[in-house]
């Protein structure tokens, strides 16, 4: 059973926290509030779904530098940002570094809702992605040394008989690859071993190619 997601709020007016716990509360959102970067990155759990809402201007860490610090260590949640001071270039800033909103207060608290409901659904199927992934990354991990070069090949669109002649191997050895390494990557097609090999970065680096974004 999946965990229930979490708007985390970080902001240090504390009047705002609550105002803002109470509005995610009256739509049956779980809310957890902190005053500041640092409390909230003790407490949060990179492995819990949910999304942040995170003021801009705070003492100590502010929010355009907990949103680097969450980019730099690799963690994925979507932020919403909230701000009384927001100008263009920091909210371009905030955008390209991947936040999801960026709001000036005050601000409708239906479309503060509306965007939190789609950070949430952004949160969810990222997660799925991920799992996804990893789970690819675990089948194309026991390939053999062998069946990954007939992989490989096969990704670059060589037919049997042009494999057979590279490996410098038998057409019928290339066959048994080709079958022992579709059934351990759990594909049932090679458009579908294709799409597979092409969202594994080990796969792709193999290749020469460029890694995910």
């Known amino acids: 059973m999946e965990q229930r997601a979490t708007v985390y709020v970080v902001d240090d007016d504390a009047a705002m926290r ?20 640092d409390e909230f990155l003790r407490e949060w759990d990179p492995n819990a779904p949910g999304c942040l809402l995170l003021d801009l201007r705070m003492p100590g860490l502010n929010g355009l530098e907990l949103q680097e610090r969450l980019v730099r260590e690799g963690h994925h949640i979507p932020i919403i940002f909230l701000s009384g001071h927001g100008d263009v ?17 005050p601000f409708s608290e239906r479309f503060l809702l509306e965007r939190v409901q789609a950070a949430l659904e952004q949160d969810a199927q990222q997660r799925k992605q991920r799992r996804q992934t990893e789970v690819l990354r675990a089948r194309y991990a026991v390939l ?3 069946e990954r070069e007939v992989l490989h090949l096969v990704v670059a669109g060589k037919v049997n008989r042009e494999i057979a002649e590279i490996l410098s191997i ?8 080709r079958s022992n390494l579709m059934k351990k990557m759990h594909a049932d097609s090679i458009p579908s071993l294709v799409a597979m090999c092409l969202s594994i970065d080990e796969c792709r ?6 890694p995910l974004p």
């Open 18 to 37: 609550d105002s803002l716990c109470w509005l995610l509360s009256s739509v049956s959102l779980k809310a957890k509030a902190f005053a500041s970067a």
């Open 89 to 105: 270039p920091t909210a371009v800033r905030a955008m390209q570094a991947g936040a999801v909103e960026f709001l000036t207060k």
């Open 144 to 146: 053999t040394p062998r």
């Open 170 to 177: 038998s057409q019928k050895t290339v066959e048994l690859h």
């Open 205 to 210: 680096k193999a290749m020469g190619m460029e």
